[in-house]
């Protein structure tokens, strides 16, 4: 017995006998022969010859109606794929799930006058519940990237009801090498369905049961969606990491306490649950990263989306997060305290934790953007709207927010953050802040060309005369493009702005301006209903400096 020695090939191989495809129908052609030689030559797959590709299509379909099994037909690179097209079409409004195999050439000779090349990513449209293009991997990330692809394809097909999944494989030549001994051992990704099927959510809440050190992230989450109550059960049982754009009470400066030097290996969790989205944190991404392989992660997703931000995913559950944080804590609450050891490790996070607290409440930032919003958020309450923009705004948001934090922290762009401000501000009567830095106040300026606007929108603009953020990138120092290109050093002020747009100004340039306009911002009361700006006028070396002198107080051991 003898594998194809094309890397995209075995995973694919691998991971079909894992998610339990049993049968596939394969069509001829010298592309696809490295698959064909695989699943032809694995024992746990029986296959079907059929040289009419539109005919093989039904043939697997005829076949996965028969056994309520998802079954695999592969074709060779061209028009072959695009023969199967009826019976996707089918299998889709049938929910039929189908696996589609196709070879494809590799992408650089796509539209190059190359025979049987045409682009053949997407090529069954809407028809697919998932398509995938996997790649050729040539290091670690990227088979990890490979290993991903197969397992999202592979359990869509099962997914909602079930459906197509469209799985292309680009090879390049040469073609015929067959000399590995043994499939590879493939990570699995599982699929559980929170208060569907319980048996399903088995792995996810005894990972989480038998951990002697569990770990829950949580990402951002619409405001309301998650709050702290909902932790009751677990937070004395796992540790629970969140940032201000999560479950409403504030961040938790994990952040701060990563930037340590050497950490105590007590820290390391063997357990992990990721829910909702995205998170500022680059040093919490890349401490999870770093976890053995053996530890497993599970993430919630309320649409099933596999979301391997971690690199060590083992399962998705579907569900509502609160739902699944109810389900944990119920068989949290029957299998009573936790061991010692989890003890240990849940008593060090917090203590390491309010040792961070304090430094963080202790530190007292010179006139920078820091210092503004450490003013501002000493001056709001628990119960207010803020938005921040993205890049060094949200992050020192982050750092001081004691509450909800909204932003548009889906794809992280600058873009829009005023403008989504400003439309809250529409649809209520409270007071709705703003802080962004000077770019993506530029940016967004056409926000406040809207007479609906009024004194309830309150904006602190953090005007340090460029992305001040990119001073903090080693390397970038020595490029001479760096101020006027990367970073768009500028001297523009908005106080023209908003005299053309009727919005009530203000401007600091000092500590004293800052806090009196910070006040005003906050509490001042104006004859003209339209929006406060404050603008703080900072300088972009200063900034960092204090920044990174807040995080070297906790660099020490």
Known sequence: MAYSNKNNVNTLTALLVAH??????????????????????????ECYPVTDERSAGFYALGMAQSLGEPVAVCVTSGTALLN??????????????????????????????????????????????KAVTLPEPLDSEQRWWCNRLVNEALLAARAHGGGPVHINVPLSEPLYGF????????????MAHSRNDKRQMDDCVSGILHAKRPLIVVGQVAEGKLMADDFRFISGFAVVLNEALSIGCGACHFDELLSRENLPAGLTPDFVLYL??????????????????DVPVWAVSEDGSVRDTFMRLAGVVEGHPADVLADIGEAIGKMGRRTSATSAYFDLWDEMLAEVDEQVEAFSPDYSQMAAVNELESQLDSRCITHYANSMSVRLGNIYAQHYVWCNRGVNGIE?????????????????FCVLGDLSFFYDSNALWQDDLRDNLRILLLNNGGGGIFEKFKGLEGSAARERFVMAKHHATAAGICQSYGVHYCAA?????????????????????????????????????????????????
């Open 416 to 432: 829009g953050s005023l403008s989504t401000a400003a439309g809250f501000s529409l649809s209520t009567t409270e007071n709705v």
């Open 179 to 190: 000399t590995e001994k043994s499939l590879p051992e493939e990570r699995t990704i599982a």
């Open 84 to 129: 199967l097209a009826p019976a996707v079409a089918e299998a889709f409004y049938q929910h039929v799930p189908l696996v589609v195999i196709s070879a494809d050439r590799p992408p650089q000779w796509i539209d190059q006058l190359d025979g049987q090349t045409l682009p053949q990513t997407d090529a069954l449209g809407r028809f697919v519940r």
């Open 276 to 293: 909702g989205g995205v998170l500022v944190s680059k040093r919490l991404k890349a401490f999870l990263r770093r976890l053995p392989d």
């Open 509 to 557: 340039h000092d500590m004293k301006e800052m806090r009196e306009g910070v006040d005003w911002l906050v509490n001042g009361m104006v004859d003209v209903e339209r929006p406060l700006l404050l603008e703080v006028f900072t300088d972009s070396a200063e900034d960092m400096r204090v920044l990174k002198e807040y995080f070297a107080g906790f660099a020490q051991d």
């Open 20 to 45: 339990g495809v049993q049968n596939s129908v394969c069509c001829p052609g010298s592309r696809n022969a490295p698959i064909v030689h695989n699943l032809n030559e694995c024992p746990d797959i």
